[in-house]
Every structure is written in structure tokens, then in C-alpha cells.
């Protein structure tokens, strides 16, 4: 066991010989070791290639100078494992920058529009984030019917832009996702959230009104936000989506 260690602290292991040498030899393992040994040496499943080696490469270390072997670390699997990540948030970034170019290549109208929204929508894209494609008066006029609640002009215009966005950083507005709610008493449609004071915060509309408000769950209020779709899209969360 101590010339494998040794090969771990001074950077001769692979990912893979030093899993399948682990495989092989984990319940012997487990009986010589301690626990706090054992498990700081177990290689530990991971998304990243030479995360695991590198965190069983310390258990090695710890294992070794508690029993005074001499050895030199090693920084290879550091090395890898930066490496690992620097491609990884390359490819992200690529990944983000396609999804970026998609959404402008397909959403002139949206652009068009909400300009502002848009080029904030745009900058901050994650890969995780969807813009859905527009939606049909036919979709708009049977969710109105679900809900038994007429959407304000502004809000149908925009659902006629697309169907729904959901942001990963706190901004979802969805026709398939709007519902009914009462709070205080108060009949209101959820038009969807916006994580304007806490996470989950939503977004409401009531009956016959453009005015857009929002039930802060904290606090257990519901506040005025805006006058119009407009102007939460352009101004509100333009301004959110450039902060976050």
C-alpha cells in the first residue's frame, strides 16, 4: 500500500489506474485504515476527471507523513484539474455565446419590441435559461379561458412575442404557467415571478388593469410595481437582468 501511496503523493496516477486500483483493493482498504483515513483517501465520484485523484492524492499525503515516509508532492493533478476546468468554462462560454446569437437570430420581433429587455436578455443568457416561441391568440384566448381572466392588451402582446421566459437568475413569465391566486382576500393572476426582494417573489395582475404589481412573500404584501408590461419589461427587469 505505501508504494501506491507514494505513486498518488508524487503524481504517477491516472485517474483511471488509481480508481481501478481502488476498486480492487477498497474492502482491505477499509479494514487497515481508519475511517477518517479511509474516507479521505476514497476517490470521490465527480463530473471532473482529476477531481477525485487529487483529492485522494491529500488522504495519500496525510497517510504518509503520519507515518514518516518521505516523499515529494506532487502538483500534476492540480495542474490537470485547472486545466479541466479552464476547458470546460471555455466551452460554456462557447456554448453561451451560440445560445446568445440564436436568440437575437430568432427573436427580431423581440428585439424589436423590448429592445432594452432584450439586449439584457441576450447579454446574460445562460445555457439553462429558455425563450420559448411565440405564442398562438388561439393558446392566449384558451389559457384566458382556463384562468376565466382577460390578460391585459400588454401582456397578450407580449406572449404574442413568445410564449414564456424562464431566467435562471430569478425571472419567469410563462402563459402556460400563469394562475390564479387570492391573497388578503384580493382575487389576483400570477403572471409569474421576479425575485425582486427574496427568491420567488411573483409577478400579479388584477382584473381590468395594464398596472403590474407583486406579492413580496417575506413580507406578506403585496406591492405596486409598475404601470404596464412595458415597463417591466423595459425598465424593471432590463435593469434586474443587468445586475444579475
Not at 403590474?212 to 408590461?229: F, P, S, T
Request: glycine share 6%; with cysteine; aromatic share 10%.
Amino acid at each position: 500500500m505505501t508504494a501506491k501511496l507514494l505513486d498518488l503523493a508524487e503524481g504517477r496516477e491516472t485517474p483511471e489506474t488509481w480508481q481501478n486500483w481502488w476498486d480492487e483493493h477498497e474492502t482491505e482498504l477499509e479494514a487497515l485504515l481508519s475511517r477518517g483515513e479511509f474516507l479521505k483517501l476514497k476517490p470521490r465520484r465527480h463530473g471532473f476527471q482529476w477531481v477525485p485523484v487529487l483529492g485522494s492524492q491529500k488522504g495519500a499525503i496525510a497517510i504518509l507523513e503520519k507515518s514518516g515516509t518521505a516523499f515529494e508532492a506532487s502538483n500534476l493533478y492540480q495542474e490537470q484539474y485547472l486545466a479541466e476546468l479552464d476547458a470546460f468554462c471555455k466551452e460554456q462560454e462557447r456554448v453561451q455565446r451560440e445560445k446568445q446569437k440564436e436568440f437575437k437570430t430568432n427573436n427580431p420581433e423581440l428585439f424589436g419590441r423590448y429592445p432594452k429587455f432584450s439586449k439584457a436578455l441576450a447579454k446574460g443568457l445562460d445555457p439553462s435559461d429558455e425563450i420559448q416561441p411565440a405564442a398562438t391568440e388561439e393558446q392566449i384566448r384558451n389559457q384566458e379561458s382556463v384562468l376565466d381572466f382577460t390578460l391585459p392588451s400588454q401582456v397578450r402582446e407580449f406572449f404574442l412575442l413568445t410564449a414564456g421566459i424562464n431566467v435562471s437568475t430569478g425571472v419567469i413569465v410563462e402563459l402556460s404557467g400563469t394562475f390564479h391566486l387570492t391573497i388578503h382576500g384580493e382575487r389576483y393572476c400570477v403572471l409569474g415571478e421576479f425575485w425582486k426582494e427574496a427568491d420567488g417573489d411573483q409577478l400579479l395582475l388584477r382584473p381590468g388593469e395594464e398596472t403590474i404589481w407583486y406579492y413580496a412573500h417575506e413580507q406578506d404584501k403585496v406591492k405596486r410595481l409598475c404601470n404596464d408590461m412595458t415597463e417591466l419589461l423595459e425598465k424593471k427587469l432590463a435593469r434586474y437582468l443587468n445586475e444579475h
